[in-house]
Structures are given as structure tokens and as C-alpha cells.
């Protein structure tokens, strides 16, 4: 659909990754609103776990040609009861785990892209990390689009977040996304095989489930303007070179 917030497709920003060894990724992260969602009841927690996620959708495209769809679910802990905290998505070859702060990808299988949804589930991907030039929505802290920890290796990854967020009654903010796609495929390998750690923000409504689509009529002007100017210029550049 075309909604008042196709100017902010423009949207971008550059993190410069790097992780203990030599390799080092430039992630590309940019931002479509798309289909914008609202939540009546906001921001509960900043606090997600990967037991939380349970239900999330998981597309994994291969470099071979190949696909799967995925369905996160809780991990098991060692006596066979569901975790509390740990959560995944996984299939022959690919491995793709969250416990409160860290998402581990384990792949013997190269990975050309993977899609994460949230949609119809109590979380959502909060992408700003401080000093970034971006509004904020109200109740949330600092955000992390994806940040590399270990595992990084040559060449770009592409990081595209899509259906906005924004809070009913506080509609400012462009920070709140339910969908998430990492791109491998500009990484010098032509896609990832390895193990990866990697942060990518959650953020928790305070009532799971309360998202209803929003419509451009009801976008208030003075709310709706701010969102516009935020997506016209190229959002904070952060660089750091991969240690030698």
C-alpha cells in the first residue's frame, strides 16, 4: 500500500563490525516502514528472551539455491521441560539461538539471507543504539540494529528492517520494526558458513498481541511530521576498524 511514510525509504545508516581476528564486515542497515503498525498500550519491557519468541517466523534462503521456513521455538533444558529463557530456530545444517541478549548463528550450510518476523507476537526489533540521530519511542532504551561479536568475517552484510511501529497517543519514534532480514550474500564468500554471535535489540509490548495496522488518515500532522524529516537525511556513521 502507499502510506504517508514513504519518504522515510530513504532511511540508512552504516556500522563498521569487527570481531577479535583480522576479517571484518561493513553492515548496511536501512529502514522501510512498509505496512505501519500501532500499539495502544506500548512499551512493556526492554527485556526479551529467546523463549519469548516462541512462534516467530524464521526464512532462510541458501547460496546453493535452496530454502526453508522456519518456526522458532523454546529450547529444551536438560531435564526436557521447555527453558525460560533460550529459544531457536533449526534445521539440518543451520542453527539459529537467542537466550536474553546474544543471538547465536551456527550454519555448516552457506547462508545467502535470513527473515525474522515478530508480527502477531509480544516483541518487536528496536534498532537506535546511542548518539544515533533517530526519535525515539517513548519506553524504549538504547536499541541495536546488529552488532557482530565473534564470528565476523570480509565483505558487507545488509540489514533491512520493515513494518513500523508506533505507540497510540506518542507517535513519534522511527525506531520499532517487526520484521528483520540479514543479507550475507555481499560477504566475500558469497554468503555465511561458520558460527556467528551477533546483538540485535528486542524491545516487549506491555500487552502481547496489541498491534492493529494503521491507516494514513489516522496519522496526526504534528506526529506525522517528524517521522517524515527523520527519514530525509543518512542516520549516524559509526566506524571502528577491525583490530590487526
Known amino acids: 500500500m502507499t502510506n504517508y511514510f514513504g519518504v522515510a525509504k530513504a532511511t540508512a545508516f552504516v556500522i563498521c563490525a569487527f570481531a577479535s581476528g583480522a576479517a571484518a564486515s561493513t553492515v548496511n542497515v536501512s529502514a522501510d516502514p512498509g ?39 523454546r529450547a529444551l533444558t536438560a531435564s526436557g521441560t521447555p527453558s525460560n529463557s533460550h529459544g531457536a530456530a533449526t534445521s539440518d545444517g543451520f542453527d539459529l539461538s537467542l537466550g536474553w541478549w546474544e543471538f547465536t548463528l551456527e550454519a555448516t ?34 536499541g541495536v540494529a546488529m552488532r557482530v561479536i565473534e564470528g565476523d568475517q570480509d565483505g558487507d552484510i545488509g540489514v533491512t528492517f520493515a513494518n513500523q511501529v508506533l505507540v497510540r497517543d506518542h507517535m513519534v519514534g522511527n525506531d520499532l520494526f517487526t520484521d528483520m532480514t540479514i543479507d550475507f550474500s555481499d560477504l566475500d564468500a558469497g554468503g555465511f558458513e561458520g558460527r556467528m554471535r551477533f546483538v540485535s535489540d ?40 577491525a583490530k590487526a
Open 35 to 73: 505496512q505501519v503498525y500501532v500499539t495502544e498500550n506500548g512499551i512493556g519491557s526492554s527485556s526479551v528472551s529467546g523463549a519469548s519468541l516462541a512462534g516467530m517466523s524464521v526464512d532462510v534462503t541458501y547460496t546453493d539455491g535452496g530454502a526453508e521456513s522456519l518456526t522458532w521455538e
Open 109 to 142: 550450510r552457506s547462508v545467502s539471507s535470513i527473515s525474522m518476523s515478530t508480527l502477531g507476537l509480544g516483541a518487536m526489533f528496536d534498532i537506535y543504539s546511542v548518539g544515533d540521530d533517530h526519535i525515539d519511542t517513548p519506553g524504549t532504551s538504547r
Open 202 to 241: 528486542l524491545d516487549e509490548f506491555a500487552v502481547a498481541g496489541d498491534l492493529t495496522p494503521l491507516s494514513v488518515s489516522e496519522v496526526p500532522l504534528p506526529a506525522g511530521l517528524p517521522l517524515l524529516l527523520g527519514g530525509l537525511g543518512v542516520m549516524g556513521l559509526m566506524r571502528r576498524r
